[in-house]
């Protein structure tokens, strides 16, 4: 079945799939891990916010681990009111296990269940989020990490991982609207409450003078963090999952990382003896603010930074830019805009985007084609051009892509799934097209996605 009947099968035959779907069949029995989405409140500061959304009650969503080659099954129950899925950002996974509504399945209803069932191929940092009603339940804080551990232990002396989220509170601790048109049509509507792990400035014990294997992930709607690592030995060692390939610099307070919404960043940091915490700082704008702190205990380890691990390549089919087809994006304004359907995900009344000059007409619009058709099995390049001047996380699902070229900047040549395209930049990305299915491809600044700046790519 082509992408396209699928998808058209999907929207007209939606209410039958919807009933308890279970879709995938048992092979080797993996036991299922049973997620269930559900209200909950949590204090973030001094009055607990009401109506968050997690995968357990009073806590974030859990740190997910599965382990590389090893097949994974989770039973996603929606405990909500509203119409959920969840999508495994960053996996390259069957298209069918994708969790995007109406592309790839029916959206999962109040009570029902949803079996996701995959085998991740590459170790790595990665993360797991709803895909319909996506801006509400994001917001609400339904955003959480998946680690897929290494075949091998790579022996690391500790091993952190941290949500980077922000939420949007009022001074009774209740919920802000989770944008604002004004926002939307521009950089994005910021949170005014940060977070690591839901967690305001969280001290996290380590091993002093071990080596600490840092996940940091951005999974807020909006922010792109401006992040600054603490003067000690370390190094950047994998990013968006995948070991990098090419150095990239130290975050310094002068010249911080950017990681946008949906990006990773795995970083190797020689801890010191027993002594003062350690800071991990972001910018609010100029302003440093500390996010987390790092306190080395017990006796040192001793470890030097030629003691970092090396992470072993994940197996990506390394595409060929001689023979690459080149293919024109350009994300801008939207021309005209009659609102968003999403069908049971969700409608808007804007559309400020769009993506060569079509705005997204909605998840649950029959009859949409896709932004481009890749040929399965060849290598393609991506020309990413942002003609607004606003900053874009260019998100592609199932795939990843190695960035080439910038009219504005070195990039560093490491494979990734989302890229951070800033003010009127254009970037090449190489990728191999080997996983066959429709794939999303969107702004991962949610609001945008929502308001037009999204579609989906055809790999067949
Ligand atoms: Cu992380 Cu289509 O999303
Ligand atoms: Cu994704
Ligand atoms: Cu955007």
């Known amino acids: 079945m082509t992408g396209m009947r699928r998808r058209d099968l999907l929207i007209g035959a939606g209410a039958c799939l919807g009933a308890g779907a279970f879709g995938v069949s048992h092979g080797m029995a993996a036991a299922p891990v049973a997620l269930r989405s559900r209200r909950t409140s949590y204090q973030f500061r001094d009055t607990p916010t009401q109506g968050l959304v997690s995968l357990a009650d009073g806590a974030p969503p859990p740190l997910l681990r599965v382990r590389q080659g090893a097949r994974a099954v989770f039973d996603y129950t929606n405990g909500l009111e509203d119409y959920s899925t969840i999508h495994w950002h960053g996996i390259r996974l069957p298209n069918a296990m994708d969790g995007v509504p109406y592309l790839t399945q029916f959206p999962v209803g109040q009570g029902e269940t949803f079996r996701y069932d995959f085998t991740p191929p590459d170790a790595g940092t990665y993360w797991y989020h709803p895909h319909c009603r996506t801006m509400e339940q994001m917001a609400q804080g339904l955003t959480g990490l998946l680690v897929v551990e290494e075949r091998e232990d790579p022996g690391f002396d ?49 091993p002093a003078g071990g080596i600490v294997r840092l996940r940091l992930a951005a999974t807020d709607t909006t922010r792109v963090y401006k992040l600054v690592l603490p003067d000690l030995p370390g190094r950047i060692i994998a990013w968006d999952g995948h070991p990098v390939d090419a150095p990239m610099p130290w975050p310094t ?71 690459a087809e080149v293919h024109e994006v350009v994300f801008g304004w939207s021309p005209d805009g009659s609102g968003v359907n999403n069908g049971l995900c969700g409608t808007y009344d804007y559309v400020f985007w769009s993506i060569n000059r079509s705005p ?31 900053l874009h996380p260019i998100h592609l699902h199932g795939l990843v892509f190695k960035p080439l070229r910038s009219n504005l900047r070195q990039i560093p040549a490491n494979y990734g799934d989302t890229l951070l395209l800033l003010k009127n930049e254009v970037v090449d990305v190489l990728l191999q097209a080997d996983n066959p299915g429709d794939w999303a491809f969107h702004c991962h600044v949610i609001e945008h996605q929502k308001t037009g700046l999204s579609g989906y790519v055809r790999v067949g």
């Open 253 to 323: 307070l002068e010249a911080p990382l950017l990681l946008g919404p949906g990006q990773r960043v795995d970083v190797a940091l020689v801890m010191p003896p027993e002594g003062a915490d350690i800071a991990l700082t972001g910018l609010l704008g100029y302003t440093p603010h500390r996010m987390a702190r790092l306190r080395p205990v017990g006796s040192d380890l001793g470890r030097a930074a030629g003691d970092i691990p090396v992470l072993l390549p994940n197996p990506i089919a390394r595409p060929d830019p001689a023979g």
């Open 158 to 206: 500790a091993d952190l991982a941290f949500n980077l989220k922000d939420f949007r509170l009022d001074d009774a601790g209740a919920m802000l609207p989770y944008f604002t048109p004004r926002g939307a049509a521009r950089g994005g509507t910021l949170g005014n409450v940060q977070t690591v792990n839901w967690q305001n400035d969280p001290v996290h014990e380590v």
């Open 360 to 390: 997204w007409p909605g998840d649950a619009v029959e009859g949409v084609g896709p932004v481009l058709n890749l040929a399965q099995g060849r290598s393609h390049v991506l020309r990413l051009r942002n003609e607004s001047p606003n």
